[in-house]
């Protein structure tokens, strides 16, 4: 089990509250950018990987080659986004098992 804990703090340095938002906005881009362009990844993507760096995708086998290929292609973004693409096509149904 996971020992971590979460702990809450105040930045009162304007400089580092400045880098943390500006990485949160890169983040929103990528995001968007990959909601507008899902289908230029799909079937393919199923059961990999796909990066977002810059407004870019890539589709990788793992993870870790996902972020490798954002750090080398694209180190100024440090809002890159990584998101597996599940297997299945459809809904996903949750339900109680008894």
């Known amino acids: 089990m996971n020992n971590s804990k979460l702990v809450f703090g105040t930045i009162d340095d ?5 880098a943390i938002n500006a990485q949160i906005e890169a983040g929103r ?18 059961g990999k990987f796909v990066v977002v760096a810059a ?3 890539h589709i990788a086998e793992s993870a870790e080659e996902a ?3 954002a750090a080398t292609a694209h180190p100024e973004d440090n809002g890159a986004i990584v998101q597996y693409v599940r297997l299945e096509q459809g809904p996903r149904i949750y339900a109680n098992r008894r």
Do not use: T
């Open 55 to 57: 407004q870019e995708g």
């Open 29 to 46: 881009r990528n995001a968007d950018w990959l909601a507008h362009h899902w289908v230029r990844f799909l079937p393919q993507a199923r």
């Open 14 to 18: 304007p400089v580092k509250a400045a």
């Open 67 to 69: 972020w490798a290929w």
